[in-house]
Protein backbone atom coordinates (compact mmCIF):
# COMPACT_ATOMS: atom_id res chain seq x y z
CA UNK A 1 0.00 0.00 0.00
CA UNK A 2 2.98 2.72 1.29
CA UNK A 3 6.14 2.04 1.09
CA UNK A 4 8.95 4.09 2.49
CA UNK A 5 12.88 3.70 0.64
CA UNK A 6 15.52 5.69 2.02
CA UNK A 7 14.09 9.02 2.95
CA UNK A 8 16.47 11.80 4.47
CA UNK A 9 14.82 14.90 5.63
CA UNK A 10 16.70 18.06 6.40
CA UNK A 11 15.90 21.02 7.73
CA UNK A 12 18.96 23.64 7.28
CA UNK A 13 21.97 21.86 8.61
CA UNK A 14 19.96 19.61 10.60
CA UNK A 15 19.35 15.98 9.58
CA UNK A 16 15.86 15.11 10.97
CA UNK A 17 15.45 11.76 8.74
CA UNK A 18 17.98 9.46 8.18
CA UNK A 19 17.58 6.94 5.80
CA UNK A 20 14.02 6.09 6.72
CA UNK A 21 12.96 3.21 5.40
CA UNK A 22 9.06 1.60 6.25
CA UNK A 23 6.12 -0.59 4.73
CA UNK A 24 2.48 -0.39 5.50
CA UNK A 25 0.19 -3.18 3.74
CA UNK A 26 -3.13 -2.70 2.94
CA UNK A 27 -5.41 -3.74 5.58
CA UNK A 28 -2.49 -2.82 8.40
CA UNK A 29 -2.65 -0.95 11.43
CA UNK A 30 1.41 0.09 11.91
CA UNK A 31 2.66 2.31 14.40
CA UNK A 32 5.65 4.17 14.54
CA UNK A 33 6.95 5.14 18.19
CA UNK A 34 9.71 6.83 19.26
CA UNK A 35 10.57 9.98 21.90
CA UNK A 36 10.42 13.56 21.28
CA UNK A 37 12.05 15.31 18.33
CA UNK A 38 12.73 11.40 16.99
CA UNK A 39 11.52 12.51 13.70
CA UNK A 40 7.86 10.83 14.20
CA UNK A 41 5.96 13.88 12.75
CA UNK A 42 8.89 14.37 10.30
CA UNK A 43 7.99 11.23 8.76
CA UNK A 44 4.62 12.11 8.35
CA UNK A 45 4.36 15.46 7.30
CA UNK A 46 6.90 14.01 4.09
CA UNK A 47 4.60 11.08 3.78
CA UNK A 48 1.49 13.79 2.94
CA UNK A 49 3.71 16.12 1.42
CA UNK A 50 4.14 19.13 3.87
CA UNK A 51 7.64 18.79 4.07
CA UNK A 52 9.90 18.17 1.21
CA UNK A 53 12.39 15.14 1.26
CA UNK A 54 15.85 15.84 0.62
CA UNK A 55 16.10 12.46 -1.07
CA UNK A 56 14.32 9.04 -0.75
CA UNK A 57 10.98 7.84 -2.22
CA UNK A 58 7.11 7.00 -0.89
CA UNK A 59 5.38 5.02 -3.30
CA UNK A 60 2.07 4.76 -2.54
CA UNK A 61 0.02 1.74 -4.26
CA UNK A 62 2.60 1.63 -6.85
CA UNK A 63 3.21 5.27 -8.01
CA UNK A 64 6.29 7.42 -6.88
CA UNK A 65 4.63 10.16 -5.19
CA UNK A 66 7.99 11.76 -3.71
CA UNK A 67 7.07 14.74 -5.37
CA UNK A 68 3.34 15.03 -5.47
CA UNK A 69 1.71 17.96 -4.16
CA UNK A 70 0.32 17.62 -0.73
CA UNK A 71 -3.56 18.22 -2.20
CA UNK A 72 -2.47 15.63 -4.54
CA UNK A 73 -2.06 13.09 -2.20
CA UNK A 74 -5.39 13.63 -0.99
CA UNK A 75 -6.81 13.15 -4.05
CA UNK A 76 -4.99 10.33 -3.92
CA UNK A 77 -6.74 8.41 -1.42
CA UNK A 78 -4.18 9.40 1.15
CA UNK A 79 -5.19 11.79 4.44
CA UNK A 80 -3.86 12.74 7.30
CA UNK A 81 -4.68 14.04 10.92
CA UNK A 82 -2.29 16.37 11.97
CA UNK A 83 -0.35 16.78 15.37
CA UNK A 84 -2.44 18.85 17.12
CA UNK A 85 -5.20 18.51 15.45
CA UNK A 86 -5.23 21.46 13.32
CA UNK A 87 -9.47 21.96 12.78
CA UNK A 88 -10.22 25.52 11.61
CA UNK A 89 -11.48 27.27 15.00
CA UNK A 90 -13.78 29.95 13.09
CA UNK A 91 -15.48 26.89 11.55
CA UNK A 92 -18.65 25.01 12.84
CA UNK A 93 -18.69 21.37 12.64
CA UNK A 94 -20.62 21.08 9.64
CA UNK A 95 -17.80 23.31 7.75
CA UNK A 96 -15.16 21.35 8.78
CA UNK A 97 -16.50 18.25 7.82
CA UNK A 98 -17.25 19.96 4.63
CA UNK A 99 -13.94 20.87 3.95
CA UNK A 100 -12.53 17.54 4.95
CA UNK A 101 -14.92 16.51 1.64
CA UNK A 102 -13.37 19.32 -0.68
CA UNK A 103 -12.12 17.59 -3.53
CA UNK A 104 -15.32 15.40 -3.86
CA UNK A 105 -18.47 15.99 -6.16
CA UNK A 106 -20.97 13.20 -5.07
CA UNK A 107 -23.02 15.79 -2.82
CA UNK A 108 -25.36 12.62 -1.95
CA UNK A 109 -22.54 10.05 -0.54
CA UNK A 110 -20.88 13.68 1.40
CA UNK A 111 -24.30 13.67 2.74
CA UNK A 112 -24.28 10.03 3.54
CA UNK A 113 -20.77 9.62 5.02
CA UNK A 114 -21.46 12.87 7.37
CA UNK A 115 -23.74 10.97 8.85
CA UNK A 116 -22.25 8.14 9.37
CA UNK A 117 -19.29 10.86 11.11
CA UNK A 118 -21.94 11.77 13.22
CA UNK A 119 -23.14 8.38 14.08
CA UNK A 120 -18.94 7.03 15.24
CA UNK A 121 -18.78 10.63 16.79
CA UNK A 122 -22.34 11.37 18.79
CA UNK A 123 -21.01 14.17 20.37
CA UNK A 124 -20.46 15.68 16.88
CA UNK A 125 -23.50 15.36 15.93
CA UNK A 126 -25.22 16.70 18.72
CA UNK A 127 -23.60 20.33 18.14
CA UNK A 128 -23.51 20.10 14.37
CA UNK A 129 -23.85 24.08 14.38
CA UNK A 130 -20.64 24.95 16.97
CA UNK A 131 -17.74 26.37 15.93
CA UNK A 132 -14.77 23.98 16.51
CA UNK A 133 -12.46 26.50 17.96
CA UNK A 134 -14.96 25.86 21.35
CA UNK A 135 -15.03 21.69 21.74
CA UNK A 136 -12.65 20.44 24.10
CA UNK A 137 -9.36 18.59 23.16
CA UNK A 138 -10.97 15.34 22.60
CA UNK A 139 -13.75 16.37 20.69
CA UNK A 140 -11.44 18.48 18.48
CA UNK A 141 -9.70 15.24 18.07
CA UNK A 142 -12.76 13.38 17.10
CA UNK A 143 -13.40 16.25 14.72
CA UNK A 144 -10.09 16.07 13.03
CA UNK A 145 -10.61 12.45 12.56
CA UNK A 146 -14.02 12.78 11.28
CA UNK A 147 -12.73 15.04 8.85
CA UNK A 148 -10.06 13.60 7.28
CA UNK A 149 -12.39 10.42 6.81
CA UNK A 150 -14.60 12.46 4.70
CA UNK A 151 -12.08 12.72 2.03
CA UNK A 152 -12.49 8.75 2.08
CA UNK A 153 -9.16 8.11 2.40
CA UNK A 154 -8.06 4.47 1.60
CA UNK A 155 -5.18 5.33 4.03
CA UNK A 156 -4.96 7.29 7.50
CA UNK A 157 -1.81 9.17 8.61
CA UNK A 158 -2.36 9.85 12.11
CA UNK A 159 -0.38 12.10 14.57
CA UNK A 160 -0.37 11.64 18.37
CA UNK A 161 -4.09 11.42 18.32
CA UNK A 162 -3.85 10.57 22.69
CA UNK A 163 -1.85 13.98 22.77
CA UNK A 164 -2.91 16.15 25.70
CA UNK A 165 -6.43 14.03 26.43
CA UNK A 166 -7.64 12.46 29.64
CA UNK A 167 -7.05 8.37 30.31
CA UNK A 168 -10.13 7.40 29.65
CA UNK A 169 -10.79 9.47 26.09
CA UNK A 170 -7.06 8.47 25.36
CA UNK A 171 -8.79 4.75 25.39
CA UNK A 172 -11.93 5.70 23.00
CA UNK A 173 -9.81 7.16 20.64
CA UNK A 174 -8.09 4.03 19.98
CA UNK A 175 -10.81 2.12 20.00
CA UNK A 176 -12.35 4.03 17.32
CA UNK A 177 -9.38 3.90 15.41
CA UNK A 178 -9.22 -0.12 15.64
CA UNK A 179 -12.79 0.17 14.19
CA UNK A 180 -11.89 2.77 11.44
CA UNK A 181 -9.11 -0.04 10.53
CA UNK A 182 -11.70 -3.17 10.69
CA UNK A 183 -13.99 -1.45 7.54
CA UNK A 184 -10.81 -1.37 5.82
CA UNK A 185 -8.61 1.95 5.97
CA UNK A 186 -5.12 1.12 6.63
CA UNK A 187 -3.35 3.25 9.06
CA UNK A 188 0.07 4.57 9.81
CA UNK A 189 -0.45 5.82 13.74
CA UNK A 190 2.60 8.19 15.64
CA UNK A 191 2.44 8.12 19.10
CA UNK A 192 4.45 8.86 22.05
CA UNK A 193 1.85 6.37 23.96
CA UNK A 194 3.86 3.58 23.18
CA UNK A 195 2.03 1.00 25.34
CA UNK A 196 -1.74 2.07 23.88
CA UNK A 197 0.00 2.30 20.26
CA UNK A 198 1.43 -1.41 20.12
CA UNK A 199 -1.95 -3.09 21.75
CA UNK A 200 -3.24 -1.78 18.53
CA UNK A 201 -0.96 -2.18 16.35
CA UNK A 202 -0.48 -5.28 13.58
CA UNK A 203 3.15 -4.16 13.29
CA UNK A 204 5.97 -1.48 14.93
CA UNK A 205 8.45 0.63 13.93
CA UNK A 206 10.76 2.46 16.59
CA UNK A 207 12.42 5.50 15.43
CA UNK A 208 15.70 7.48 17.47
CA UNK A 209 16.82 10.55 16.19
CA UNK A 210 15.97 10.00 12.81
CA UNK A 211 16.78 6.34 12.35
CA UNK A 212 14.71 3.25 12.47
CA UNK A 213 16.29 1.33 15.37
CA UNK A 214 14.21 -2.06 15.57
CA UNK A 215 10.63 -3.33 13.74
CA UNK A 216 8.51 -6.33 14.69
CA UNK A 217 4.59 -6.92 15.64
CA UNK A 218 3.26 -4.66 18.08
CA UNK A 219 3.32 -7.63 20.41
CA UNK A 220 6.75 -8.28 20.15
CA UNK A 221 8.02 -4.94 20.27
CA UNK A 222 5.69 -4.71 24.00
CA UNK A 223 7.46 -7.41 25.21
CA UNK A 224 11.01 -6.45 24.27
CA UNK A 225 13.27 -5.72 27.08
CA UNK A 226 14.84 -2.75 25.39
CA UNK A 227 10.98 -1.35 24.58
CA UNK A 228 9.88 -1.90 27.95
CA UNK A 229 12.59 -0.04 29.23
CA UNK A 230 13.03 3.03 27.54
CA UNK A 231 9.16 3.77 26.35
CA UNK A 232 7.14 1.76 28.18
CA UNK A 233 8.47 2.93 31.93
CA UNK A 234 8.85 -1.03 33.02
CA UNK B 1 -20.17 65.33 22.47
CA UNK B 2 -21.42 66.11 19.40
CA UNK B 3 -25.35 65.61 20.04
CA UNK B 4 -25.23 68.10 23.01
CA UNK B 5 -23.76 70.35 20.47
CA UNK B 6 -26.54 69.80 17.97
CA UNK B 7 -29.22 70.21 20.81
CA UNK B 8 -28.07 74.06 21.73
CA UNK B 9 -27.76 75.25 18.29
CA UNK B 10 -31.04 73.62 16.78
CA UNK B 11 -32.19 72.37 13.39
CA UNK B 12 -29.42 73.77 10.78
CA UNK B 13 -26.85 71.97 12.63
CA UNK B 14 -28.53 68.70 12.28
CA UNK B 15 -29.17 69.27 8.85
CA UNK B 16 -25.64 69.79 8.48
CA UNK B 17 -24.72 66.92 10.80
CA UNK B 18 -26.66 64.76 8.50
CA UNK B 19 -25.64 66.17 5.32
CA UNK B 20 -21.95 65.46 6.60
CA UNK B 21 -23.37 62.08 7.59
CA UNK B 22 -24.22 61.52 3.84
CA UNK B 23 -21.22 62.83 2.51
CA UNK B 24 -19.42 60.30 4.72
CA UNK B 25 -21.30 57.19 3.76
CA UNK B 26 -20.39 57.81 0.52
CA UNK B 27 -16.82 58.66 0.93
CA UNK B 28 -16.51 55.85 3.44
CA UNK B 29 -18.00 53.23 0.90
CA UNK B 30 -15.12 53.75 -1.46
CA UNK B 31 -12.69 53.18 1.28
CA UNK B 32 -14.51 50.17 2.70
CA UNK B 33 -14.23 48.62 -0.94
CA UNK B 34 -10.26 49.29 -0.79
CA UNK B 35 -9.93 48.33 2.81
CA UNK B 36 -11.68 44.67 1.93
CA UNK B 37 -8.72 44.07 -0.84
CA UNK B 38 -6.31 45.01 2.40
CA UNK B 39 -7.68 43.00 4.71
CA UNK B 40 -8.16 39.59 2.79
CA UNK B 41 -4.89 39.93 1.64
CA UNK B 42 -3.54 40.43 4.71
CA UNK B 43 -5.65 37.42 6.11
CA UNK B 44 -4.42 35.13 4.03
CA UNK B 45 -0.51 35.95 3.49
CA UNK B 46 0.03 38.38 6.27
CA UNK B 47 1.02 41.15 3.45
CA UNK B 48 0.18 44.16 4.13
CA UNK B 49 0.01 45.23 0.18
CA UNK B 50 1.02 48.98 -0.43
CA UNK B 51 0.29 48.47 -4.11
CA UNK B 52 -3.29 47.92 -3.43
CA UNK B 53 -3.85 51.61 -3.67
CA UNK B 54 -2.34 51.49 -7.21
CA UNK B 55 -4.74 49.13 -8.31
CA UNK B 56 -7.26 51.37 -7.39
CA UNK B 57 -5.75 54.33 -9.65
CA UNK B 58 -5.98 51.54 -12.41
CA UNK B 59 -9.32 50.32 -12.16
CA UNK B 60 -10.06 54.38 -12.06
CA UNK B 61 -8.01 54.70 -15.57
CA UNK B 62 -9.93 51.43 -16.97
CA UNK B 63 -12.98 53.33 -16.24
CA UNK B 64 -11.90 56.81 -17.42
CA UNK B 65 -10.77 54.90 -20.53
CA UNK B 66 -14.06 53.03 -21.40
CA UNK B 67 -16.40 55.98 -20.61
CA UNK B 68 -14.25 58.28 -22.56
CA UNK B 69 -13.26 56.55 -25.47
CA UNK B 70 -15.08 53.91 -26.02
CA UNK B 71 -18.93 55.68 -24.90
CA UNK B 72 -19.81 53.07 -22.30
CA UNK B 73 -22.20 53.39 -19.61
CA UNK B 74 -21.83 53.29 -15.69
CA UNK B 75 -21.98 49.39 -15.16
CA UNK B 76 -20.29 48.23 -18.43
CA UNK B 77 -17.53 50.18 -17.27
CA UNK B 78 -17.89 48.90 -13.62
CA UNK B 79 -16.95 45.52 -14.67
CA UNK B 80 -14.70 46.22 -16.92
CA UNK B 81 -12.30 47.82 -14.49
CA UNK B 82 -13.35 45.20 -12.04
CA UNK B 83 -11.81 42.57 -14.41
CA UNK B 84 -9.10 44.31 -15.62
CA UNK B 85 -7.95 45.20 -11.89
CA UNK B 86 -8.46 41.26 -11.03
CA UNK B 87 -6.23 40.34 -13.95
CA UNK B 88 -3.94 42.63 -12.28
CA UNK B 89 -3.78 41.83 -8.57
CA UNK B 90 -3.28 38.08 -9.78
CA UNK B 91 -0.34 38.88 -12.10
CA UNK B 92 1.20 41.38 -9.59
CA UNK B 93 0.60 38.16 -6.80
CA UNK B 94 2.38 35.78 -9.47
CA UNK B 95 5.04 37.99 -10.87
CA UNK B 96 5.97 39.95 -7.08
CA UNK B 97 4.75 38.17 -4.23
CA UNK B 98 4.62 34.73 -5.14
CA UNK B 99 8.35 34.02 -5.39
CA UNK B 100 8.75 35.55 -1.92
CA UNK B 101 6.19 32.80 -0.45
CA UNK B 102 9.17 31.69 2.23
CA UNK B 103 11.29 35.05 2.47
CA UNK B 104 11.31 36.98 5.51
CA UNK B 105 7.95 39.58 5.67
CA UNK B 106 10.29 42.43 5.38
CA UNK B 107 11.30 41.30 1.61
CA UNK B 108 7.84 41.17 0.76
CA UNK B 109 6.74 44.61 2.15
CA UNK B 110 10.15 46.24 0.62
CA UNK B 111 8.68 44.68 -2.88
CA UNK B 112 4.72 45.74 -2.14
CA UNK B 113 6.42 49.19 -1.80
CA UNK B 114 8.17 48.64 -5.35
CA UNK B 115 5.29 47.29 -7.15
CA UNK B 116 3.71 50.37 -5.88
CA UNK B 117 6.04 52.75 -7.34
CA UNK B 118 6.10 51.11 -10.63
CA UNK B 119 2.36 51.18 -11.07
CA UNK B 120 2.45 54.64 -10.36
CA UNK B 121 4.98 55.59 -12.60
CA UNK B 122 4.27 53.72 -15.48
CA UNK B 123 0.78 54.81 -15.55
CA UNK B 124 2.41 58.06 -15.34
CA UNK B 125 4.52 57.26 -18.52
CA UNK B 126 1.52 56.19 -20.58
CA UNK B 127 -1.05 59.21 -19.67
CA UNK B 128 0.97 61.59 -18.50
CA UNK B 129 0.89 63.08 -14.92
CA UNK B 130 -1.91 65.54 -15.69
CA UNK B 131 -5.29 65.16 -13.82
CA UNK B 132 -8.41 64.31 -15.91
CA UNK B 133 -11.92 64.68 -15.24
CA UNK B 134 -14.08 61.88 -15.44
CA UNK B 135 -17.10 62.34 -18.09
CA UNK B 136 -20.76 62.54 -16.72
CA UNK B 137 -22.05 59.20 -16.46
CA UNK B 138 -25.29 59.91 -14.29
CA UNK B 139 -27.68 62.07 -14.36
CA UNK B 140 -27.10 65.29 -12.45
CA UNK B 141 -30.44 65.05 -10.56
CA UNK B 142 -30.35 65.54 -6.62
CA UNK B 143 -32.95 64.59 -4.50
CA UNK B 144 -33.57 66.61 -1.36
CA UNK B 145 -34.82 65.72 1.83
CA UNK B 146 -35.62 68.88 4.24
CA UNK B 147 -32.07 70.82 3.74
CA UNK B 148 -30.58 67.28 2.93
CA UNK B 149 -28.60 66.65 -0.36
CA UNK B 150 -28.14 63.15 -2.03
CA UNK B 151 -26.64 63.22 -5.67
CA UNK B 152 -27.34 60.68 -7.95
CA UNK B 153 -23.06 59.92 -7.23
CA UNK B 154 -23.87 59.15 -3.74
CA UNK B 155 -26.80 56.74 -4.84
CA UNK B 156 -24.78 54.87 -6.91
CA UNK B 157 -21.93 54.46 -5.13
CA UNK B 158 -23.81 53.54 -2.29
CA UNK B 159 -26.11 51.01 -3.78
CA UNK B 160 -22.98 49.81 -5.86
CA UNK B 161 -21.05 48.98 -2.58
CA UNK B 162 -23.80 47.36 -0.72
CA UNK B 163 -24.23 44.70 -4.09
CA UNK B 164 -20.83 44.52 -4.11
CA UNK B 165 -20.73 43.13 -0.66
CA UNK B 166 -22.96 41.20 -0.57
CA UNK B 167 -21.83 39.36 -3.41
CA UNK B 168 -18.44 38.83 -1.36
CA UNK B 169 -20.70 38.02 1.62
CA UNK B 170 -21.95 35.29 0.04
CA UNK B 171 -18.10 34.13 -1.83
CA UNK B 172 -16.29 34.17 1.23
CA UNK B 173 -18.74 32.42 3.40
CA UNK B 174 -21.25 29.80 0.95
CA UNK B 175 -19.13 28.61 -1.98
CA UNK B 176 -16.79 26.50 -2.20
CA UNK B 177 -13.64 28.72 -3.01
CA UNK B 178 -14.61 31.14 -0.37
CA UNK B 179 -14.71 28.15 2.28
CA UNK B 180 -11.06 27.28 0.70
CA UNK B 181 -9.79 31.02 1.46
CA UNK B 182 -10.95 31.00 4.77
CA UNK B 183 -9.47 27.68 5.46
CA UNK B 184 -6.24 28.70 4.17
CA UNK B 185 -6.28 32.39 5.77
CA UNK B 186 -6.63 30.28 9.23
CA UNK B 187 -4.70 27.21 8.60
CA UNK B 188 -2.60 26.76 5.17
CA UNK B 189 -1.26 23.04 6.11
CA UNK B 190 -3.98 21.92 7.24
CA UNK B 191 -5.69 23.76 4.14
CA UNK B 192 -3.62 21.68 2.11
CA UNK B 193 -4.28 18.14 3.92
CA UNK B 194 -7.97 19.37 2.99
CA UNK B 195 -6.58 18.67 -0.81
CA UNK B 196 -7.44 23.06 -1.40
CA UNK B 197 -4.82 24.62 -3.65
CA UNK B 198 -3.07 27.19 -1.66
CA UNK B 199 -1.10 28.89 -4.52
CA UNK B 200 -4.61 28.94 -6.38
CA UNK B 201 -6.63 30.18 -3.65
CA UNK B 202 -4.27 33.29 -2.86
CA UNK B 203 -4.44 33.90 -6.19
CA UNK B 204 -8.46 34.09 -6.10
CA UNK B 205 -7.69 36.29 -2.98
CA UNK B 206 -5.70 38.78 -4.90
CA UNK B 207 -8.51 38.85 -7.89
CA UNK B 208 -11.51 39.22 -5.74
CA UNK B 209 -9.69 42.47 -3.66
CA UNK B 210 -8.31 44.23 -6.98
CA UNK B 211 -11.72 43.75 -8.40
CA UNK B 212 -13.31 45.48 -5.32
CA UNK B 213 -10.40 48.10 -5.25
CA UNK B 214 -10.81 48.85 -9.47
CA UNK B 215 -14.81 49.33 -8.16
CA UNK B 216 -13.51 51.87 -6.17
CA UNK B 217 -11.49 53.73 -8.45
CA UNK B 218 -14.51 53.84 -10.46
CA UNK B 219 -16.74 55.06 -8.16
CA UNK B 220 -14.59 57.55 -7.23
CA UNK B 221 -14.15 59.37 -10.65
CA UNK B 222 -17.69 59.96 -10.63
CA UNK B 223 -17.84 61.48 -6.94
CA UNK B 224 -14.46 63.68 -7.41
CA UNK B 225 -14.63 63.46 -11.04
CA UNK B 226 -10.96 63.95 -11.34
CA UNK B 227 -8.30 61.36 -11.59
CA UNK B 228 -4.35 61.16 -11.18
CA UNK B 229 -1.93 58.92 -11.53
CA UNK B 230 -0.75 59.11 -7.67
CA UNK B 231 -4.37 59.53 -6.61
CA UNK B 232 -4.16 55.80 -5.12
CA UNK B 233 -1.10 57.05 -2.56
CA UNK B 234 -3.74 58.80 0.07
CA UNK B 235 -7.02 56.72 -0.13
CA UNK B 236 -4.55 53.74 -0.50
CA UNK B 237 -3.18 54.62 2.84
CA UNK B 238 -6.58 55.64 4.39
CA UNK B 239 -8.11 52.48 3.42
CA UNK B 240 -5.11 50.65 5.35
CA UNK B 241 -6.19 52.69 8.02
CA UNK B 242 -9.74 51.65 8.21
CA UNK B 243 -8.76 48.15 7.27
CA UNK B 244 -6.54 48.29 10.50
CA UNK B 245 -9.06 50.15 12.73
CA UNK B 246 -11.97 47.26 11.31
CA UNK B 247 -9.38 44.60 12.56
CA UNK B 248 -6.96 43.44 9.49
CA UNK B 249 -8.01 40.38 8.77
CA UNK B 250 -11.50 40.67 9.49
CA UNK B 251 -14.32 41.18 6.23
CA UNK B 252 -16.92 43.05 8.25
CA UNK B 253 -14.23 44.80 10.39
CA UNK B 254 -13.09 46.14 7.14
CA UNK B 255 -16.60 47.22 5.68
CA UNK B 256 -17.20 49.13 8.97
CA UNK B 257 -13.56 50.51 9.26
CA UNK B 258 -14.04 52.39 5.83
CA UNK B 259 -17.25 53.58 7.07
CA UNK B 260 -15.64 54.95 9.97
CA UNK B 261 -12.68 56.64 8.23
CA UNK B 262 -15.03 58.23 5.10
CA UNK B 263 -17.30 59.83 8.38
CA UNK B 264 -14.37 61.24 10.29
CA UNK B 265 -12.52 62.40 7.61
CA UNK B 266 -16.22 64.29 6.48
CA UNK B 267 -16.94 65.37 9.75
CA UNK B 268 -13.42 66.72 10.51
CA UNK B 269 -14.04 68.77 7.18
CA UNK B 270 -17.49 70.14 7.65
CA UNK B 271 -16.70 71.02 11.60
CA UNK B 272 -13.04 71.69 11.86
CA UNK B 273 -10.48 72.64 9.11
CA UNK B 274 -10.80 70.28 5.89
CA UNK B 275 -6.65 71.10 5.79
CA UNK B 276 -6.90 68.89 8.96
CA UNK B 277 -8.55 65.79 7.28
CA UNK B 278 -5.21 63.65 6.57
CA UNK B 279 -4.34 64.67 9.75
CA UNK B 280 -6.97 63.70 11.60
CA UNK B 281 -7.49 60.01 10.14
CA UNK B 282 -3.32 59.16 11.03
CA UNK B 283 -3.97 60.50 14.44
CA UNK B 284 -6.97 58.30 14.36
CA UNK B 285 -4.49 55.59 13.39
CA UNK B 286 -2.06 56.21 16.20
CA UNK B 287 -4.72 56.18 18.71
CA UNK B 288 -6.06 52.23 17.54
CA UNK B 289 -2.74 50.92 17.57
CA UNK B 290 -2.21 52.46 20.93
CA UNK B 291 -5.52 51.62 22.70
CA UNK B 292 -6.38 48.54 20.43
CA UNK B 293 -4.38 47.33 18.49
CA UNK B 294 -6.25 44.49 17.22
CA UNK B 295 -8.50 46.57 15.68
CA UNK B 296 -12.61 45.99 16.42
CA UNK B 297 -13.32 42.63 15.44
CA UNK B 298 -9.87 41.79 14.88
CA UNK B 299 -8.70 38.40 16.14
CA UNK B 300 -6.87 38.18 19.59
CA UNK B 301 -2.85 37.48 18.23
CA UNK B 302 -2.44 35.58 21.37
CA UNK B 303 -1.09 32.25 20.85
CA UNK B 304 -2.51 29.27 21.86
CA UNK B 305 -0.36 26.49 23.27
Redesign the interface.
Known amino acids: MLEIKNLNVHYGVIHALKDVSLTVNQGEIVTLIGANGAGKTTTLRTISGLQKATSGEIILEGKDITNVSASQRVEMKLSQVPEGRRIFPAMTIVENLELGAYLRRDKANIKKDMDNIFELFPILGERKKQLAGTLSGGEQQMLAMGRALMSRPKILLLDEPSMGLAPLLVREIFNIIVNINSTGTTILLVEQNAKMALSIAHRAYVLETGSIVMTGTGEELAKSDEIQKSYLGG | MLTCFIATKGGATLDQFLQQIVNGVSLGSIYALVALGYTMVYGIIKLINFAHGDVYMVGAYVGFAVTTYLGLGFIPALIISMVTCAVLGMSIEKIAYKPLRNSTRIAVLITAIGVSLLLEYTMMYFVGPEVRSYPKLLSPKVFKFGNIIINMQQIYIVLTTIVLMIILQYVVNKT ?1 VG ?2 M ?2 VS ?2 K ?10 DNTISFTFAIGSALAGAGGVLVGIYYNSIDPLMGMMPGLKAFVAAVFGGIGSIPGAMIGGLSIGMLETLVSGYGNSMYRDAAVFAFLILILILKPSGLLGKNTKEKV
Do not use: E, S, T
Open positions: KKARAADDAAQLMGIKV
